[in-house]
Structures are given as structure tokens and as C-alpha cells.
């Protein structure tokens, strides 16, 4: 009701505008029209032919909206009493000036301006949308994985440790962090660039950039991207959507550090290499992919709004092809002392291996004697190849699954801490069954965004038993309990090991689960040993700070 108010008087002054410029020259509502529509030659044959033109007919009507101003006239305006639902019955227009009482003239104007003429010049806009076909939606399938993680640089290698319960979690080497409260966490010990990236980029750019250029390199191969195809795909149809929660920080903390010598002893790549795009940038670069590139950055829900994205680009037919995922390095010291600050990070230095401990009980009595005893950080970068189904097919590809879809919400509450209601993760993952077309009785498996953080924990299972009840083919576990939390990688990386756990048919346990809180139901989430499961549909969750929440949906490619 506010908006149609609104809109339609807005309409009305447009029209009392350019009507106004069929009036005398020497009216001074001409000049004002003038004034609006410019004071070059062809704009002043443009109000010649405003004012030539009959405005009290439909076509007149119609040809002077597209004179003067290029559009026509909202919906609203149409089904309004036009000028007078504006001049007569408004006390104030939508400027706030007080409207003069209409002299005969203006009366008559009102009066020519209202009834069935109006309704003939809509009437071709009309019927323009009616012979408008909708989009057939296109299906998306996942072709290609590449991950960067603590446990693995190698799909496989990377699910075989997670199976295992083998944790990434140990003391950080990269720096002496001797001085932090904070002194663990998912930190990558080896990696190399050789064979991906050209050793002059490597020397220069962040951490973050090096890991989503590697596995997106990476999900290519997998996919079955060779030189020759990798020429004959139309690159104007191939995009890349990967972000990043904090971008290079390390590129931007050494610019800081040499500003204070001088910014000539700066790097001149500070500011690019330390943007969180640049990653996606220079992939579609160095690909040459002409599609969508760009990236988004909600925190540690990055991953999953870039991946939900890519494949809306998809559906809507922008293209055939896309990268999409997270990566992040931020365990530096700028990284983990401000995490430390915020009270965010597990202080459990003398057992690294035990430190994330998602929804156990020593957790939550740990948070009660420590002023806190958070998450463990991570790093690492997870990329998928999302691709249209029938160009998939006509290729030959190695389907994974297929993404049937997700959602977004935002809590709306706090910029730390989760909702006490858990309203906005409900909200998120009903929006997500609903626009997917999926059962809740079918989802049988939910990769849980799981943080190692007592209260958000419990809050998205009690979420999570809100949207399904007791199910008794759920299954519920948290990549986080061996690798720690990637950040903004973290939802890339564990939609990867939901598509692993889709193809393998195991699900990973969850380790440290030794003393489970008592308000839950041990039968939904996995123990400490790997569980064999024929999943249905798999649902994955990452949340971040901001109050972002996200969950995408993976199928089986059992019906293509």
C-alpha cells in the first residue's frame, strides 16, 4: 500500500511535467520542462514533438512518454485516478510542497487526463509481457573438485584422511606465536605452486590468492579441462565467483610495515593483491573466461553464497561454465591476534589434536573455566567446477552430483553471536527445501557448519531438529572437527566432502565426540568411527559473522 502511494503520485507529477510542456512558451512550467529535458538542439526538437502531440489520446499519450522521458508510465500510475489522485486529493506532493488550489484551466487538464485513454496506452506493454516465455530453469552438476587443505591438497587424499579421522590440527609453525593465549590450528605445513602458477606471481602474491589459483586450477584437470577443450569452450559462457572472508593480509600487513619506512618501499601490488576479488580476477585471466567473475565476501558463509550464486548464473542461461568456492590464510600474526581479541579461538594449545570439539561437553565446560575456548583456525581454498547439465553431457564429463539449489538469510541480530532463537538458520534452510522443490523426510544427510563453538553448536542442531524432527535416517557431522575452520574456504571445502561423501557412500565421523550433551541425539550425529550411508539428499550449512546464513543441496546424479 505504501509503495503503490508513493509510485503512483510520482508517475502523476511525471506526466503534469512533461504536459506541461504542451502549455504556452511563456508558461513557466515550460521552462521548467525545458530545463529538465536540456538545452541542446535534439532535445528541443523532442519537445517540439511533445508538443505537437495530442496528450489527451492513447497513442499521443504513449509516443510522448518515449519522447520525453524514455519509459512509460508505471502500473501504478495506470490504476490510480491519475491527476487527481496527485493534485486534488494530496495536501502535500511527494516533495513536500504545498499543492495551489487548480484554476479552471488545470481542472480541465485533470479531467481530459483520467479514464479509458489511459488504459489504451498500456494495453501494448501489456500485452509485450503477456507473449514474454518464461526460463526454462537449467540443471547444474558439479565436474570438477580441487582442494587445498591441512589434510590434503588431493580430493582423494583429503577425503581418505578425513574417513580416517586423521586431524590437521597442530602447534603453528609459520611464525613464533609464543606470546598468543592462542598457539594451534589448521595450518597447512607443505605446499607448492609448481606446475600451476608462474613462479613470479608466487613470489609476490598472498597466501589466499596462491591456494584458490592452485585448486582452481585443480578442479579443472579433475573436471577434464585440457588445453584443446579449455580452447574450444566459448570463454564469453565460463565464469569465476570465488571469494574470500579476509582477502591477502598478509600483503597488506607488509605494506603497512614498509609504510612506516617509506611508501616507496611499498609493494606495488598492496592494494590489488590484498582485495578479496583478485583471486577470481586473476584465474579468469590467466583462463581467459569472459563470463561472471567476480567475488563475494560474507565472512566464513563465503564459500556457499559464491557457489549458490555461480549456479544462479547458470539457470538463468548466463553461462555454461563456472568456478566457484572460498580460500583464506590468515594465520599470521595480525590474523590469529585479532581472532584471539575477539574472544573467538580454542586455547587448548597442549592437546592441538583435541581441540575441536564440536557439540561435546568438555567444550562447553572448557568455554566456562577459559574466558574463551572457541573454533581452531584453518586455512586452504576449495573450488568447484560447476557445469549446465547438457553441455556437461555433450562433453562427456565426470558428474560428481548434482546442486539442486540453497538459500540465504541473515539473522538480523548480533554481529558475533548467533541468534538465541536460531530463527534465521530455520529460516535459511526452510527457504532452501522450499526453492529446490525437495522433502525434508529426504535429506538424510546434513554436513553442519559445526564450529566448535558451544552455543552456536547447539543452537543450528536445535535448528536443525526444528526443520526435520527426529529422523531416523539423519546423519549429522562437522568437517571442522579434523581440519579446524577455513574461514571463508570452509564451506567450499566441506561442499566437497558432502560431494565425496555422495560418491564414496561413507560419511566421516566426528572426532572428539567423547561426551556428547545430553540434549542430543546420538542416532543423528555420526560417532567417531566413518558410517556407511546411500544419501538421498545432502545438505551443507556455513554461517558466518554478520549473521549470514547459507545452505546449499546435493543429489546423486542417479536420474541423468
Not at 238 to 264: N, P, T, W
Not at 454 to 462: G, I, M, N, R, V
Request: hydrophobic residues 40%; glycine residues 10%.
Amino acid at each position: 500500500m505504501v509503495t503503490s502511494s508513493i509510485a503512483s503520485p510520482l508517475c502523476t507529477w511525471l506526466v503534469a511535467a512533461c504536459m506541461s510542456v504542451s502549455s504556452d512558451e511563456k508558461d513557466s512550467s515550460n521552462f521548467q520542462c525545458s530545463k529538465l529535458l536540456g538545452r541542446s538542439a535534439r532535445r528541443r526538437k523532442s519537445i517540439r514533438k511533445c508538443n505537437s502531440g495530442n496528450f489527451m489520446n492513447g497513442s499521443g499519450m504513449h509516443s510522448s512518454w518515449h519522447t520525453c522521458f524514455g519509459f512509460e508510465p508505471c502500473e501504478g500510475y495506470y490504476n490510480s485516478k491519475g491527476l487527481s489522485s496527485f493534485f486534488a486529493e494530496n495536501a502535500l506532493s511527494v516533495f513536500g510542497v504545498k499543492q495551489v488550489p487548480l484554476n479552471r484551466r488545470h481542472r480541465r487538464m485533470r479531467n481530459n487526463a483520467v479514464g479509458k485513454p489511459m488504459a489504451v496506452a498500456v494495453q501494448p506493454a501489456k500485452e509485450a509481457m503477456a507473449k514474454k516465455k518464461p526460463l526454462k530453469n537449467k540443471r547444474v552438476v558439479v565436474t570438477g573438485i580441487g582442494v587445498v587443505s591441512p589434510i590434503g591438497h588431493d580430493p582423494d587424499m583429503f577425503y581418505g584422511n578425513l574417513l580416517e579421522g586423521i586431524s590437521g590440527i597442530s602447534q603453528i609453525e609459520a611464525f613464533d606465536c609464543s606470546e598468543f593465549p592462542s598457539r594451534i590450528a589448521g595450518e597447512i605445513k607443505e605446499f607448492s605452486t609448481d606446475g600451476w602458477i608462474a613462479p613470479k606471481l608466487s613470489k609476490r602474491a598472498d597466501k589466499f590468492m596462491l591456494y584458490m589459483l592452485t585448486a582452481g586450477k585443480k578442479a579443472l584437470a579433475d573436471g577434464g579441462i585440457t588445453e584443446d577443450i579449455l580452447q574450444d569452450l566459448d570463454k564469453a559462457r565460463c565464469g569465476v565467483l570465488i571469494g574470500s572472508a579476509l582477502g591477502g593480509m598478509k600483503v597488506f600487513h607488509d605494506g603497512i610495515e614498509a609504510l612506516q619506512v617509506s611508501y616507496r618501499k611499498m609493494n606495488p601490488f598492496c592494494v590489488p593483491f590484498a582485495t578479496t576479488n583478485m583471486g577470481a580476477a586473476m584465474l579468469a585471466i590467466d583462463l581467459g573466461w569472459m563470463g561472471p567473475s567476480y567475488s563475494i565476501s560474507t565472512a566464513c558463509a563465503t564459500s556457499n553464497f559464491c557457489i549458490l550464486s555461480a549456479a544462479n548464473h547458470i539457470i538463468r542461461g548466463e553461462a555454461d561454465m563456472m568456478l566457484c568456492g572460498g580460500s583464506d590464510s590468515a594465520i599470521i600474526p595480525i590474523g590469529l591476534g585479532g581472532f584471539t581479541a575477539c574472544g573467538a579461538l580454542s586455547q587448548r594449545n597442549s592437546d592441538p589434536t583435541r581441540a575441536s570439539r564440536p557439540w561435546d561437553v568438555e567444550k562447553r565446560e572448557e568455554y566456562l573455566r577459559i574466558d574463551s575456548d572457541g573454533f581452531v583456525i584453518g586455512e586452504g581454498s576449495g573450488v568447484l567446477l560447476l557445469e549446465e547439465l547438457e553441455h556437461a553431457k555433450k562433453r562427456k564429463a565426470k558428474i560428481y552430483a548434482e546442486l539442486l539449489g540453497g538459500s540465504f538469510t541473515s539473522d538480523a541480530y548480533h554481529m558475533i553471536e548467533p541468534h538465541p532463537e536460531g530463527s534465521g538458520v530455520v529460516l535459511c534452510i526452510e527457504k532452501a527445501l522450499a526453492q529446490s522443490g525437495v522433502k525434508r523426510e529426504d535429506v538424510n544427510y546434513i554436513n553442519a557448519h559445526a564450529a566448535s563453538t558451544p552455543t552456536a553448536d547447539l543452537k543450528e542442531y536445535q535448528a536443525i531438529l526444528q526443520c526435520f524432527g527426529e529422523n531416523p535416517e539423519l546423519k549429522i557431522n562437522s568437517t571442522k572437527s579434523m581440519i579446524g575452520h577455513l574461514l571463508g574456504a570452509a564451506g567450499a571445502v566441506e561442499a566437497i566432502a558432502t560431494i565425496k561423501a555422495i560418491q564414496t557412500g561413507w560419511i566421516h565421523p566426528n572426532i572428539n565426540l567423547e561426551n556428547p550433551d545430553k540434549s542430543l541425539d546420538m542416532n543423528m550425529l555420526v560417532g567417531s568411527k566413518k558410517e556407511r550411508l546411500d544419501i538421498k539428499v545432502a545438505l551443507s550449512n556455513s554461517f558466518g559473522f554478520g549473521g549470514h546464513n547459507s545452505s546449499i543441496l546435493f543429489v546423486p546424479c542417479k536420474n541423468i
